[in-house]
T-cell receptor, first 112, second 112 residues
């Protein structure tokens, strides 16, 4: 089944403890993105990648890192999480030129 | 700057009534436009997209949208809604490169 898989689905962590949210797609898509969704703010892009080793900042990149070493994987790294990063995170992927992004099921992160 | 603007944050309708969810886009951006739906506690699902060609786009679940260049609009319509259409709907556009940016969302609530 064609899909974008995020792990974990739920995560509660403490301030400052490094964490990684994984994202993997099995559709050979070139484009991948990370979004966060917050009440009243909608979906905001954190980082995006147009291909392996090509990444760029979105609208809210502060406090996040990404890497794209393989086409299928696009992990989101929080080196020192803070409570304002408590949010619902989505990974998405798309074929180059198609733009019809497929979204993962989301990761609900709580930083205490 | 916001690329798309959704004009209604909440739209309540009765079952079997028609519905229109409104979206205006910035004329300075590329005219790749999308509608996504998010059911409670789920990820986003692509309803339909406009990249080029016919201005009337048909999507899944009986939804359609019309690209109107003169009014810079991309409104989503359904002639008869069901309870199961209750969800949040997002209009989106592709800006520079592969960047997909979203409107603020419209909560559609279908009442019996």
């Amino acid at each position: 089944e064609a899909q974008v898989t995020q792990n974990p689905r739920y995560l509660i962590t403490v301030t400052g403890k490094k964490l990684t949210v994984t994202c993997s797609q099995n559709m050979n898509h070139e484009y991948m993105s990370w979004y966060r969704q917050d009440p009243g703010l909608g979906l905001r892009q954190i980082y995006y990648s147009m291909n392996v080793e090509v990444t760029d900042k979105g609208d809210v990149p502060e406090g996040y890192k990404v890497s794209r070493k393989e086409k299928r994987n696009f992990p989101l790294i929080l080196e020192s999480p803070s409570p304002n990063q408590t949010s619902l995170y989505f990974c998405a992927s798309s074929l180059k030129g198609d733009y019809g992004y497929t979204f993962g099921s989301g990761t609900r992160l709580t930083v205490v | 700057a916001q690329s798309v603007t959704q004009l209604d944050s909440q739209v309540p309708v009765f079952e079997e009534a028609p519905v229109e969810l409104r979206c205006n886009y910035s004329s300075s951006v590329s005219v790749y436009l999308f509608w996504y739906v998010q059911y409670p506690n789920q990820g986003l699902q692509l309803l339909l997209k406009y990249l080029s060609g016919s201005t009337l786009v048909k999507g899944i679940n009986g939804f359609e949208a019309e690209f109107n260049k003169s009014q810079t609009s991309f409104h989503l319509r359904k002639p008869s809604v069901h309870i199961s259409d209750t969800a949040e709907y997002f209009c989106a556009s592709v800006t520079s490169g592969s960047r997909l940016t979203f409107g603020e969302g419209t909560q559609l609530t279908v009442n019996p």
